[in-house]
DNA sequence: TCTTTTCTTTGATCTGAGTCAATTAATCAG
DNA sequence: CTGATTAATTGACTCAGATCAAAGAAAAGA
């Protein structure tokens, strides 16, 4: 299983802070715990629990989850390795959405009751912080309005490309990663039906955009997958 | 033009620590300039403009618009009295998206380069800030599920009770509140076409669940349109 | 005021994607 | 390895919502 680079993970920043000021800290209470590994189906946290930590993914994939009136569930995000889990939870102290495991992974766990309680190095933490939630929300914009206005190719193809790129940003390879995910999984989180996401994954292997075998995408013409989303 | 009092707006937080601070900072450059007046169709801030300063909508309403390859606006999303605008271009020093005035407004602008300068009050305003992006993330989410997996009535009665919510959090009327964004902007957010959206307005007028007429909608069975919604 | 332009509504038609159904492939348990 | 269970693909059909078209209502200019 690859693992992330600490360097190439987006609560790093916070991370260092974190543990620069640990060693100076009496107790050894760690407010930082790395690679905590989670099995296949496990949850992370589950939806109305207390927030008490953010996590960033070390290996391994997540998927984020609701459940509907009539006890359906719905995928509202992935997460893959650098990614950070439980931001969302921050203002509320109660998480909105489940977290499970989608294969064996790893974790680091940050909690950050103690983060805001550390004294001096607070106010590093503090800036580190900031600049991480500004990134979040500036992503979430962006998937929110590449999915919405868009047909299932354009959808689809958004959701590859943003996968290849979240690849590469982490240090893996951006042609070649894994769909860890079901395709009822995706098909919920893009809004879509099951067979329409295997329809068009077919097609898109038909026009030569992508390959595809077992969970391995490998993207054959990522220039005309971004002309498939009609986006910049 | 009503206005939202500052204690019902998300980034009064953030202005009483920096208006605090300012009063024991020499220079008299003002990190905070409430109530600027911003005229109809006027930009507030430009696409791809470097980031100077968050905003707080004080009366009247924004939209946040892209434009895609084709040249053609999308508007992504709407700012009401109490509303944070900005907040997306923390991390990337840039703003991701224009906003333009729908009408008459205020807005309050805060140099946030000053706040993270001035000091003592600094770990206030970091902290105050902290929870509004965290409060930020959370909402973000919601909308976004709300959208992707619904059909068009859904959408609409979540963007109407959305509307009538946020109306009521700032200390106006629940029941009724002005729909100040045209039929294609209210389209172009929730992906839909002009059409669709004005007849499932009609459509929403004759079960009798909202009343409509000029700009103002009167909402006339909540319960109805939040069981239209099929969320919780 | 009247005219022009833009926005909104309503109707008719067409199509992308959902649903239902059946087959094939993959995973799991023993 | 073998049968059982679950996931993925493919086809046929249907329908919600897009598009096209035209009329009506508001708003903006003169």
């Given at each position: 299983?690859?693992?992330?680079?600490?360097?190439?993970?987006e609560l790093d920043p916070l991370c260092q802070v974190v543990e620069?000021?640990?060693?100076?800290?009496?107790?050894?209470?760690?407010?930082?715990?790395?690679?905590?590994?989670?099995?296949?189906?496990?949850?992370?946290?589950?939806?109305?629990?207390?927030?008490?930590?953010?996590?960033?993914?070390?290996?391994?994939?997540?998927?984020?989850?609701?459940?509907?009136?009539?006890?359906?569930?719905?995928?509202?995000?992935?997460?893959?390795?650098?990614?950070?889990?439980?931001?969302?939870?921050?203002?509320?102290?109660?998480?909105?959405?489940?977290?499970?495991?989608?294969?064996?992974?790893?974790?680091?766990?940050?909690?950050?009751?103690?983060?805001?309680?550390?004294?001096?190095?607070?106010?590093?933490?503090?800036?580190?912080?900031?600049?991480?939630?500004?990134?979040?929300?500036?992503?979430?914009?962006?998937?929110?309005?590449?999915?919405?206005?868009?047909?299932?190719?354009?959808?689809?193809?958004?959701?590859?490309?943003?996968?290849?790129?979240?690849?590469?940003?982490?240090?893996?390879?951006?042609?070649?990663?894994?769909?860890?995910?079901?395709?009822?999984?995706?098909?919920?989180?893009?809004?879509?039906?099951?067979?329409?996401?295997?329809?068009?994954?077919?097609?898109?292997?038909?026009?030569?955009?992508?390959?595809?075998?077992?969970?391995?995408?490998?993207?054959?013409?990522?220039?005309?997958?971004?002309?498939?989303?009609?986006?910049?």
């Amino acid at each position: 299983m690859q693992e992330v680079a600490c360097c190439d993970c987006e609560l790093d920043p916070l991370c260092q802070v974190v543990e620069y000021g640990e060693r100076d800290l009496a107790n050894s209470e760690a407010t930082l715990r790395r690679r905590q590994p989670i099995r296949r189906g496990e949850l992370l946290f589950s939806e109305k629990q207390p927030f008490s930590s953010l996590f960033a993914v070390k290996s391994g994939s997540y998927k984020a989850i609701t459940t509907d009136l009539s006890g359906k569930e719905r995928v509202i995000g992935f997460y893959l390795p650098g990614d950070l889990i439980g931001a969302e939870a921050i203002a509320n102290r109660v998480h909105s959405f489940a977290v499970r495991a989608l294969q064996e992974s790893r974790v680091c766990k940050m909690d950050l009751q103690q983060v805001t309680r550390c004294g001096r190095d607070r106010e590093m933490a503090q800036q580190a912080l900031i600049q991480i939630l500004g990134q979040e929300i500036a992503l979430n914009q962006q998937v929110t309005t590449s999915l919405i206005q868009q047909n299932a190719e354009q959808r689809m193809a958004a959701f590859i490309l943003g996968l290849a790129r979240r690849s590469g940003l982490r240090g893996f390879s951006q042609q070649q990663f894994g769909l860890t995910m079901s395709r009822s999984d995706i098909a919920s989180y893009l809004g879509l039906a099951r067979e329409t996401v295997s329809r068009v994954l077919t097609r898109f292997q038909t026009y030569g955009l992508i390959g595809l075998n077992k969970q391995i995408v490998k993207l054959r013409n990522p220039e005309g997958l971004e002309k498939v989303t009609g986006m910049r």
